[in-house]
C-alpha cells in the first residue's frame, strides 16, 4: 500500500525541512533544508493523497543527503 503525501511531510519536518509557504502552487508544496540549500522536495497532491514511488524516492534521498552531511566525518 502506498504512502500517503501527509507521511512524507512528516518525514520531511522530522529531518528538518521546513515548507515554503510563499513557494508552490494548488496542490504543490515546496520543502527545504536551511542548512542545506541543495536538498529541496517539491511534492504535489494534497495530504490524503497516495504519493507517487518518485515522490517516496526524492524524499528518502533528500533525506539521506542531510544525514550524510551531518554525520561528522573522522
Same mark, same amino acid.
Given at each position: 500500500?502506498?504512502? $500517503?503525501?501527509? &507521511?512524507?511531510?512528516?518525514?520531511?519536518? $522530522?529531518?528538518?525541512?521546513?515548507?515554503?509557504? &510563499?513557494?508552490?502552487?494548488? @496542490? !504543490? @508544496?515546496?520543502? #527545504? !533544508? /536551511?542548512?542545506?540549500?541543495?536538498?529541496?522536495?517539491?511534492? @504535489?497532491?494534497?495530504?490524503?493523497?497516495?504519493? &507517487? $514511488? #518518485? !515522490?517516496?524516492?526524492?524524499?528518502?534521498?533528500?533525506?539521506?543527503?542531510? &544525514?550524510?552531511?551531518? $554525520? /561528522?566525518?573522522?
Amino acid at each position: 500500500m502506498p504512502r $500517503k503525501i501527509r &507521511q512524507l511531510k512528516a518525514d520531511l519536518r $522530522k529531518a528538518g525541512f521546513v515548507e515554503d509557504s &510563499q513557494r508552490g502552487k494548488g @496542490s !504543490h @508544496s515546496w520543502w #527545504y !533544508h /536551511p542548512r542545506f540549500p541543495e536538498a529541496i522536495v517539491t511534492l @504535489s497532491g494534497n495530504d490524503g493523497v497516495d504519493a &507517487q $514511488k #518518485y !515522490h517516496e524516492r526524492h524524499v528518502r534521498q533528500a533525506i539521506a543527503l542531510v &544525514q550524510r552531511a551531518e $554525520k /561528522p566525518s573522522n
